[in-house]
């Protein structure tokens, strides 16, 4: 069964792969804080929020893969297609009253498995 939370991640991938940014402010808490661990940033606040996706150069399209969740953690494995280089995705998502409080996110450059390990794996 599907958590009111899921719902919420579900209606952010719909409104980044429809390009309205807008309707973030519906999902995320005004005080909510986005991480991005790789590169050591963190972004504090709708305003610095709105300010970035609406300044992106361009916004990918969001392949979900996997949504788990349990009480006010949602976690969303997905692809990141910038009509170019793919990203492969991991968002943590940690609510508060039915809105997005956190978001953590990881994602890493696909790239071709090692020939050597072939025998022992399968591809996907």
């Known amino acids: 069964m599907e958590s009111a939370n899921e719902n919420v991640v579900k209606r952010l991938v719909g409104c980044l792969n429809d390009r309205r940014v807008e309707l973030m402010d519906e999902l995320f808490h005004e005080d909510a804080v986005m991480h991005w661990p790789q590169s050591g940033e963190l972004v504090r606040g709708a305003e610095n929020r709105r300010a970035i ?5 361009q ?19 997905a692809s990141l297609d910038y009509e ?9 998502f940690e609510f508060r009253d039915g809105k997005i409080a956190t978001e953590t996110a990881y994602w890493s450059e696909a790239f071709e498995a090692p020939a050597w390990r072939a025998q022992w794996v399968e591809k996907t």
Not at 59 to 77: A, H, Y
Request: net charge negative.
């Open 84 to 92: 170019g280089p793919t990203y492969e995705t991991v968002f943590i």
């Open 53 to 57: 996706y609406n300044a992106f150069p």
């Open 59 to 77: 916004l990918p399209t969001i392949t979900p893969r996997r949504l788990v969740s349990g009480g006010d953690l949602v976690v969303l494995e």
